[in-house]
Nanobody, 124 residues
Framework: QVQLTESGGGLVQAGDSLRLSCAASTRSLSDYTVGWFRQAPGREREFVAGIMRNIGSPYYEDSVKGRFTISRDNAQNTVYLYMKNLKPDGTAVYYC?????????????????WGQGTQVTVSS
């Protein structure tokens, strides 16, 4: 079992950048495929970006390609989500999730372990 803690959220203006962190305790994140999701008020939780177990290949939802970068620091046992050129529709609670799968996962149901989330608010 892995415990996940997100941090780095906050209030920013449109066009700003922000880096979110997902730190793990008890287990190494390189043993998991890790995903970032977001949930805006009144909307379903949606996939944003993921990084595959072991090889660490990143993958993204189409609307964030070129603006968001997911990465993993094995020494810090942390997965990051760097977001640039943020837009007001990026306002949401951002969650990281982990699953032992060797394959890409993009569905909420595909991840077993979740953090508590961090709020990102983008003002126009």
């Amino acid at each position: 079992q892995v415990q996940l803690t997100e941090s780095g959220g906050g209030l920013v203006q449109a066009g700003d950048s922000l880096r979110l962190s997902c730190a793990a305790s008890t287990r190494s994140l390189s043993d998991y495929t890790v995903g970032w999701f977001r949930q805006a008020p009144g909307r379903e939780r949606e996939f944003v970006a993921g990084i595959m177990r072991n090889i660490g290949s990143p993958y993204y939802e189409d609307s964030v390609k070129g603006r968001f970068t997911i990465s993993r620091d094995n020494a810090q046992n942390t997965v990051y989500l760097y977001m640039k050129n943020l837009k007001p529709d990026g306002t949401a609670v951002y969650y990281c999730a982990a699953e032992t799968s060797l394959y890409k996962r993009e569905r909420v149901s595909g991840f077993h372990y979740w953090g508590q989330g961090t709020q990102v608010t983008v003002s126009s």
